[in-house]
């Protein structure tokens, strides 16, 4: 997967099966941060695409789901062999503390809901300020 370019980002998207327009390496890590799936899972299903197939790595509801998936199953990744700033980056979880990890995911959700309230507010303010436009256009000919 690797690399630092909206098109990765993009393709792990697209890899653990999120649907979207994502318009920004930030809207991908975003999306990216809430969704619980195991690392090896995800490379191997990137792997079985590249080959021409199908497949999405197993999503779990809760962080104490995957850590328990992920201990059980022996597939705890290295995390020093992730960069943060990459897209697998966004993947890491705290699976020792799986509790930690909900805390921050509430506030990543948080964060998501003020952001996406404050756009909801913006694009009402421009659709407001077109119609009045509008209707000045159309008062003054």
Same mark, same amino acid.
């Given at each position: 997967m690797?690399?630092?370019? /909206?098109?990765?980002?993009?393709?792990?998207?697209?890899?653990?099966?999120?649907?979207?327009?994502?318009? @920004?390496?930030? @809207?991908?890590?975003?999306?990216?941060? !809430?969704?619980? !799936?195991?690392?090896?899972?995800? /490379?191997?299903a990137?792997?079985?695409?590249?080959?021409?197939?199908?497949?999405?790595?197993?999503?779990? &509801?809760?962080?104490?789901?995957?850590?328990?998936?992920? !201990?059980?199953?022996?597939?705890i990744? &290295?995390?020093?062999?992730?960069?943060?700033? *990459? &897209?697998?980056?966004?993947?890491?979880?705290?699976?020792?503390?799986? =509790? +930690?990890? =909900?805390? /921050?995911?509430?506030k990543?959700? =948080?964060? +998501?809901?003020?952001? =996406?309230?404050?756009?909801?507010k913006?694009?009402?303010?421009?659709?407001?300020?077109?119609?009045e *436009?509008?209707?000045?256009e159309?008062?003054?000919?």
């Open positions: 690797g690399g630092r370019k /909206l098109k990765d980002w993009k393709k792990l998207c697209d890899t653990i099966g999120l649907e979207g327009e994502f318009k @920004s390496i930030q @809207s991908c890590r975003e999306a990216i941060k !809430v969704v619980h !799936v195991n690392i090896y899972d995800v /490379l191997e990137d792997t079985i695409i590249q080959a021409g197939g199908k497949a999405r790595p197993q999503r779990f &509801p809760t962080p104490q789901a995957l850590s328990k998936y992920t !201990v059980e199953h022996k597939k990744y &290295p995390r020093e062999n992730v960069i943060d700033s *990459e &897209p697998e980056g966004a993947l890491l979880k705290h699976i020792s503390d799986p =509790e +930690l990890e =909900e805390k /921050l995911q509430r990543r959700e =948080e964060r +998501l809901r003020k952001k =996406e309230a404050k756009l909801k913006e694009q009402e303010t421009k659709l407001k300020r077109e119609k *436009e509008k209707k000045t159309t008062g003054s000919t």
